[in-house]
């Protein structure tokens, strides 16, 4: 924790009956002996409590196989690539066959974060393997040396297991498991020994749960199942009149989710990393506006969008994009005195934007005040409603509004429509 920082089935159908029962009190009618006959209300409502949980989970099936497919084909994976192919000491480690000097070039390119795993293979045999024990989404490409000649192929995974099921169960606020050969793997949620159907529900540690699944790749080769779980109490605050209304619930907490992992670990990494940056100390200790610009400057090249620094309560400089979102702010210290503040974000407009529909295929609507600052749908939104239906050019949504933070404070006002129908 970065100190001082602020930051704005059987057993399932059992579950569901004891929700069922919690929510009927005073809802039967009255038998002649006095007890109460709930038989049709609570089957009814039975019902409706597995349907809504089936509903939630599904959704939710949606979500973890987009953030899945986020290491297939995407930025990330692409950005990955291009790396590879453009890394001279790797290449040129291949064309010698040095083994050594390949591995230092691998290390090089895992360092940047953009990669978690990579394997060279020069004339079918291995010449390095750098990363962890455990990865998914294989990504395959060829090495080229002088006239686009191939020396070698590769393969790389931007998602290290751990990460993808943190990743998954941030969003989608369930558990992961990661099976293999009727086991689960890597520390992910023990499931039940031998075979289990695609989707259904189980009953672990006496909690029953609601699951769905889908085949996933294993680096460097085979196959998995990637299984997302929520037990039958996690689903009901879900729960809509409609399987639609719960439908908009459970997209809705996504969408809510995807801006509060802006402020969670990743951007506290970034704080600390900013915290313990030499350079910008000694600017903001001396009270260097243009060196701080320039160390500033030099910590944007990985994670952070928008950095700015302020001393005695005057600003001294603020480098990165116009329209930011999810600010943190923390102190800076030198020889343990407080020397300055920071406010920093890991996200901009657009980054959100992005993040929404290709993680859950929603589009925004973002407004600073009055003025609308990005625009998923095209001219002349209109007025759009805080919730409910709305429609657009023979479209429809419906609509939930995020109260979020601009940078470096204030309002912004995000509008998440969810098409209608979903899928």
Known sequence: MVPGVSISSTAMRATAMLLVIATL????????????????????????????????????GIIARRVYDEGVSSERTASTRQLIKASLPLREAVEAGNAQAA?????????????????VMRSGHALVEVGGPHALAPLRGTLTGAGATPIATYVASVWADNGFFAEAKGIAEGSVALREDGHSIAGSFVL????????????????????????????????????LLRSGASTAG???????????????????????????????????????????LRAVAAREPAAATQAIKALLNEHIVRLRVSAEGRLLSDVGGRYVLAPVSA?????????????????????????TRRLAGLDVLMYMGSTLVKNDLGPEPGNVPDSGTYRYRGRTFRVHTLHAEAFPSGPLKIDVLIPIPYG
Not at 38 to 47: E, K, P, V
Not at 339 to 348: A, C, E, K, N, R
């Open 25 to 60: 009190g005073g809802c039967g009618t009255s038998a002649p002996d006095g007890s109460v006959a709930r038989t049709d209300n609570a089957a009814s409502a039975l019902d409706a409590a597995n349907g809504c949980a089936a509903t939630v989970i599904d959704t939710l």
């Open 103 to 119: 591995r230092a070039a691998a290390r090089s390119l895992l360092a940047t974060g953009h990669m978690t795993n990579l394997l």
């Open 192 to 227: 039940p020994r031998g075979e289990l159907p695609p989707e259904g529900s189980l009953t672990e540690g006496h909690i029953g749960y609601r699951y769905t699944s889908f085949p996933a790749d294993v680096f460097p080769a085979g196959r998995l199942r990637v299984y």
């Open 238 to 280: 879900l729960c809509g009149h409609t399987s639609e209304d719960t439908l908009v619930n459970t997209l809705s907490r996504v969408a809510d989710n995807i801006y509060d992992g802006e402020l969670g670990g990743r951007a506290l990494a970034e704080v600390s990393r900013a915290q313990q940056d030499p350079a910008l």
């Open 331 to 355: 102190p800076l210290r030198l020889g343990g005195r407080i020397i300055g503040t920071l406010v920093l974000s890991i996200q901009d407009d657009e980054g959100y934007r992005r993040l």
